[in-house]
């Protein structure tokens, strides 16, 4: 019942949506030009960016349990091969933490840090815990869970951990907690591409737990200003979109790299163990780059993405953008690696003031479409 009562509900939002569907025609020529950006980004960046992390997940599942099989350093470093690309993944998704990320408290679940090592160690050394772990891992706090968790295991001081020295129960959590994190992220594409257009052993996976999302933010985002939208205007949804690009520079400014440059927070610094702390910055960015652009991967901007509608606003204020994402992925390229052990060097400060340039650069650009 519980199932047949969500599946109706979701019909009749769908239905909602598609009955009271946007024709560009009724729209007035920004609004037009806006949703053609909102579709776009739909489509062409958040979709390809979340499957793209839903199949690395998936591969990190396969390595971890190929691993409790048969124990070897090339498995370890596969495993740890498709970490690093399922973190890829999800940094290149930060620009668009609104959505199912937000609703779903699905950003800090899988991504908190520090590790609360303390706490881990303590499970892990409880072996009622170890051996009823499906129980425990829902109810256990974000900084025992996610990608942070999942690093802890598999890397120290950079490298790839020895299968030798990996423990039973260290890879029976770390198991735990990928099959975790997968759930949750597959639970993000379908979220934003609609659970009947993801793969098939995708949506069995999130129906067998009953994690279906309760929204389909991707039809919502196209038909902004429609009745059963959350964004009720176009220019909304492109402003929330500008909204997720500015609270990712800040934070990459200001609390990634910044709190433990300034001092404040020393040990606030993500991917520690792995040190991919700086590749982890450089990909919040490309992140920014991919929506401004107007799709996963774009090198250049695309006729439907929003550094196209600034630039017919204002060409030399699009130019002023690009050069400022341009400057801040070479400024973090630049920083002493690795991060967790040259957070206070000069070069460090070069990029804060980089990155939050291009802050204060997107602004005027959200400014200007807004104004237009």
Request: charged residues 25%.
């Amino acid at each position: 019942m519980k199932q047949m009562k969500k599946l109706t509900a979701n019909i009749i939002a769908a239905l909602c949506l598609v009955s009271c569907g946007s024709n560009n025609s009724d729209l007035s020529e920004k609004e037009a030009l806006l949703q053609d950006v909102n579709t776009q980004f739909v489509s062409e960046t958040v979709i390809p960016t979340y499957k793209g992390l839903a199949d690395e997940a998936f591969l990190l599942v396969e390595d971890l349990e190929a691993l409790e099989e048969n124990m070897s350093d090339a498995k370890v470093v596969e495993a740890c091969n498709h970490w690093k690309s399922a973190r890829q993944y999800w940094e290149w998704s930060e620009a668009f933490l609104f959505g199912a990320a937000s609703k779903y408290n699905i950003d800090p679940h899988i991504d908190t840090w520090p590790l609360d090592s303390v706490m881990l160690q303590t499970q892990l050394n409880d072996s009622v815990v170890m051996n009823n772990l499906d129980k425990y891992v829902e109810s256990w706090n974000n900084g025992l869970v996610g990608f942070h968790g999942i690093e802890f295991i598999l890397f120290r001081n950079g490298e790839e951990r020895k299968a030798a020295d990996i423990t039973a129960y260290e890879l029976k959590y770390a198991i735990a907690v990928a099959n975790d994190l997968l759930l949750n992220v597959c639970k993000l594409e379908a979220a934003w591409a609609g659970i009947e257009n993801i793969d098939a052993r995708k949506a069995e996976l999130l129906t067998e737990n009953e994690m279906e999302p309760e929204d389909n933010f991707g039809e919502q985002m196209r038909l902004c200003g429609q009745p059963g939208s959350v964004w009720k205007s176009v220019s909304l949804g492109t402003d929330n979109i500008f909204e997720g690009i500015l609270a990712i520079a800040d934070e990459v400014a200001n609390m990634k790299i910044g709190s433990p440059y300034s001092g404040q927070d020393i040990n606030y610094i993500e991917s520690p163990h792995s040190y991919n702390s700086i590749q982890d910055f450089y990909d919040n960015i490309i992140s920014i780059r991919n929506v401004y652009y107007g799709g996963l991967g774009k090198q250049q901007a695309d006729n439907k993405s929003l550094s196209s509608v600034v630039a017919k606003i204002d060409k030399d204020l699009d130019a002023n953008v690009q050069q400022a994402i341009a400057e801040a992925l070479d400024a973090i390229d630049a920083m002493p690696r690795p991060f967790v052990l040259n957070y206070t060097k000069p070069e460090v400060a070069t990029a804060i003031n980089a990155i939050n340039h291009l802050f204060d650069i997107m602004t005027e650009a959200q400014t200007a479409v807004a104004e237009y």
